[in-house]
């Protein structure tokens, strides 16, 4: 089982959408998905709840309680958790961090969410965790904006080399319960969440066995 916290001391940059999107991207994969929503802005949990589908599902605890809950869903057989957090530093924030296999920091192409990175990258280098920038609501297409914006993100650490454009989808899936890749399975959205999920999971593949090739189960 691997576990993936969406972590970043600015709101709004698209931890809660990342979450449920890579959850549903990742089930469609044929694994077994879990979200632990520790915001309690309950974005996430919302979601579940205009959600048909019953999974992946979604729930929110007690940032004491995530180290048992992460025990039983690895006993459950889960392959992958996804610990979406809030906006702000908060014990569950550090929490999440200290367990998860991967952290990713989604940051808009913007002077203030790269800004507002830094914290937690510095929190996460002292705990040595493995992380990686995911840009987020970017102009769709190419834009120097975005490029500016992958130079200044990879100083500070590995950004991943799958973005996600400003996308409608993106806003409509999280309305009707759904992720971007059931929203719409053959759109840009659901193509770049796809590229992302992959990129994550040939990411935490190589951080635990070196270049052996191993299923993220
Ligand atoms: N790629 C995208 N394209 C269009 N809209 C997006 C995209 N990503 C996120 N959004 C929208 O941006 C808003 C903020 O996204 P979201 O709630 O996921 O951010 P967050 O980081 O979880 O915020 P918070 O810190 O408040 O929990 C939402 O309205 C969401 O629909
Ligand atoms: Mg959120």
């Known amino acids: 089982m691997k576990t993936i916290a969406l972590v970043t001391q600015k709101g709004g940059t698209g931890k809660s959408s990342l979450a449920v999107s890579l959850a549903v991207a990742a089930q469609e994969k044929g694994l077994r998905v879990y979200v632990i929503d520790l915001d309690p802005q309950g974005t996430a949990k919302n979601w579940f709840e205009r959600r048909e589908a019953e999974t992946p599902e979604v729930a929110t605890i007690d940032a004491s309680q995530l180290k048992a809950a992460l025990t039983a869903l690895a006993n459950q057989g889960y392959d992958l958790i996804l610990l979406d957090t809030a906006g702000v530093n908060t014990p569950a924030t550090v929490s999440a961090m200290e367990h998860a296999d ?72 999280l309305a009707l319960g759904q992720g971007v890749t059931e929203r719409d399975p053959q759109g840009k959205a659901a193509r770049e969440i796809r590229g992302l999920l992959q990129w994550i999971l040939n990411k935490m593949e190589g951080a635990a066995d070196g270049n052996k090739k191993a299923r993220v189960a």
């Open 102 to 173: 991967m952290c990713l920091i989604p940051a808009r192409p913007s002077i203030a969410d790269i800004e507002a990175t830094r914290p937690t990258t510095a929190s996460l280098t002292k705990l040595g965790k493995q992380f990686a920038f995911v840009l987020n609501q970017c102009p769709p297409g190419r834009s120097i904006r975005t490029n500016d914006a992958y130079r200044v993100l990879q100083l500070g650490g590995v950004v991943a080399t799958a973005s996600l454009a400003t996308r409608t989808d993106h806003i409509d899936a």
